[in-house]
């Protein structure tokens, strides 16, 4: 056999440091990825000796995801969970929002409301259900609160943080032009941070989801956090597997919503 | 000729408290209108504090800075400022930045139809006086650094300012690049007659753009030695090789060895050395 030609530079291999990876090579890694946990489980769960209530295996998740749907409506349960999540996080948004453009604008109200964000920020959401069935009630409004409790101080603070990061350049280009406050505010500055805000909605979507099961913690009859609480009472471990796999795809159904969302609206930042 | 711009024993002092620098003092100069003046001078010597006071951006803490007789209040549409880097809009298209200043109610004042037209008509004239016909529709982020630096020109041009002031503009540019920058921007002086002030850090550079050139010192930052430029009001690159200019080069790199950083940095080193022998002994 001819040796091959010697061409000095060759294309760096997938292992070097920062190295390319081809399209074809990142799918067979990403499914890899998936299927390896799924075999793990799959075989875990059948060796003899392990009791389903312990470890259900796939086949077990997948049929009871088929009764939960066929038998105990649970699309309605899907419904429900998506609707407090969005509320909770829509009120959140709209709050921070403008108090993030403030805060991140001007010194004074950050000095008022940065110190006493981050202080409630680290008070754990789930003390403050006996609070929220005290002053909201335990109807509908309890379990939104709950979440907008999870999420609002969070969200604030990383949105101020978005806009103290426009470039202080483009905003004194904008005065130099002869724009005034508000103008500043409104044509520079929240229209730079607007694809990091978007990004920070994204990540705090995700954390909403993980405070659904708290939310439902409250007099809920409905919703997947209150099916995974209920499950673990009649030790239903294959349900519990199915709620906790709904909410994650749920979740990653919301993030790639969001992604598609931002580059639908800053192509500029996707040229590449 | 008329004073455009006064700088009359102006200080300023950043911080408050513990560790006040004194970054401007005493600084005096008049700048006549349509000149174009450069500075130059180590760096930390106050070149930006001082072209900020000016435009507005900052503020000093003593003295006076007039324009047109004026005391000047914040930044404003007549004293337009271009930045060394990422003060484009990356939102907009190239146009769009250029003609950010008329979505501002400033710019929208009396606006009738042939304003608008007017407009239109010089940014087009703008794009097509930075070479950037073609660029219109793009955003910032698909042109090279030269080509945005020239959509920050136009687009500080836009509003017909009667003041430039640019800090190292071209800083973040490579050499041939630059050399283009120059005459451009030469042009742009000739045909738009502002007046223009122009920090860098690069002696050639000061030279071959300015009428005079400002040479600042630091700690405290204060004017060391202005220098007339003995060059013909059309500048012309081979001038660069030219004896005097030669000459004035090498005496202003001289005497911003001797009054910069290097002997500073060589106190500091002392003073380093002399606290180690003491907490040794
Ligand atoms: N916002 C600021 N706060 C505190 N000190 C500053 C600030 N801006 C500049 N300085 C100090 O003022 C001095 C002059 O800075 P500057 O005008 O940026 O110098 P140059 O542009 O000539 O390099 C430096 O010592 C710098 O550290
Ligand atoms: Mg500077």
Redesign the interface.
């Known amino acids: 056999m001819p040796a091959a030609p010697r061409t000095g530079a060759r294309r760096p291999g997938m292992w070097t440091i920062r190295g390319p990876l081809s399209r074809r090579q990142y799918w067979l890694f990403a499914a890899l990825g998936l299927l390896v946990p799924l075999g793990l489980w799959w075989g875990t769960s059948s060796l003899a000796g392990v009791d389903k209530v312990f470890l259900p295996g796939p086949a077990d998740v997948f049929n009871r995801l088929v009764a939960w749907y066929t038998e105990d409506d649970l699309m309605s349960d899907v419904w429900i969970s998506i609707y407090r999540v969005t509320m909770g996080f829509v009120i959140s948004a709209a709050i921070a929002l403008p108090l993030a453009l403030l805060i991140g604008t001007f010194r004074p109200v950050q000095a008022l409301l940065e110190p006493l964000t981050d202080f409630i920020r680290y008070m754990p959401a789930v003390a403050f259900i006996p609070l929220v069935m005290l002053w909201v009630g335990i109807d509908e409004s309890s379990k939104i609160a709950i979440i907008f409790i999870g999420t609002f101080f969070q969200m604030v603070l990383m949105m101020a943080e978005d806009v103290r990061r426009v ?1 202080l ?2 905003i ?9 406050r508000g ?1 500043t505010v409104k ?2 500055i929240f ?2 941070a ?1 694809p990091a805000l978007l990004d920070t909605l994204r990540v705090t979507m995700g954390w909403a989801w993980t405070y659904l099961v708290v939310a439902e913690l409250v007099a809920a009859n409905s919703g997947l956090g209150y099916s995974i609480l209920k499950a673990q009472r009649f030790l239903q471990t294959d349900k519990i597997f199915v709620g906790i796999i709904l909410i994650g795809l749920i979740g990653l159904v919301m993030d790639q919503l969001f992604r598609l969302a931002h580059r639908k609206a ?1 192509p ?2 996707y ?1 590449r | 000729m008329r004073i455009k711009i006064s700088i009359q024993h102006v200080g300023k002092v950043f911080g408050e408290g513990r560790q006040p620098v004194e970054a401007l003092k005493d600084v005096s100069l008049d700048i006549a209108d349509n000149a174009f003046v450069t500075f130059v001078g180590a760096s930390g010597c106050g070149k930006s504090t001082l072209l900020r006071i000016i435009g507005g951006l900052e503020y000093h803490t003593s003295g006076e800075v007039l324009v047109d007789g004026a005391p000047i209040m914040g930044p404003g549409a007549d004293r337009a400022m271009v930045f060394q880097h990422y003060s484009l809009y990356p939102w907009l298209s190239v146009m769009e930045n250029i003609k950010f200043s008329r979505r501002l109610r400033h710019g929208r004042e009396n606006l009738r139809e042939a304003d608008v037209e007017a407009a239109s008509g010089r940014a087009d004239a703008l794009l097509a006086l930075m070479g950037l016909s073609a660029a219109a529709n793009a955003w910032p982020n698909q042109l090279s650094g030269g080509m945005q630096q020239r959509v920050a020109i136009a687009r500080a041009l836009m509003g017909r300012p009667q003041v430039l002031l640019m800090d190292e503009p071209f800083g973040a540019l490579d050499a041939q690049t630059r050399e283009v920058m120059h005459d451009l921007i030469l042009h742009v002086h000739r045909l738009e007659k502002p007046t223009l002030a122009f920090v860098t850090h690069d002696v050639e550079e000061a030279i071959y753009l300015g009428q005079r050139v400002v040479l600042m010192a630091p700690r405290p930052g204060r004017i060391d030695t202005i220098y007339e430029v003995p060059l013909p009001a059309e500048r012309e690159q081979d001038m660069k090789h030219t004896p005097e200019f030669l000459a004035l080069k090498r005496e202003i790199l001289a005497r911003i060895r001797e009054t910069s950083g290097m002997k500073a940095d060589q106190d500091m080193l002392d003073q380093l050395n002399l606290q180690k022998a003491e907490a040794a002994s």
């Not at chain 1, 004194?172 to 005034?180: R, V």
């Open positions: 470039p350049a483009q004194e280009a904008a005065q130099t032009m002869g724009a005034d103008e044509l520079v229209q730079a607007k800053f500029w930042l040229l």
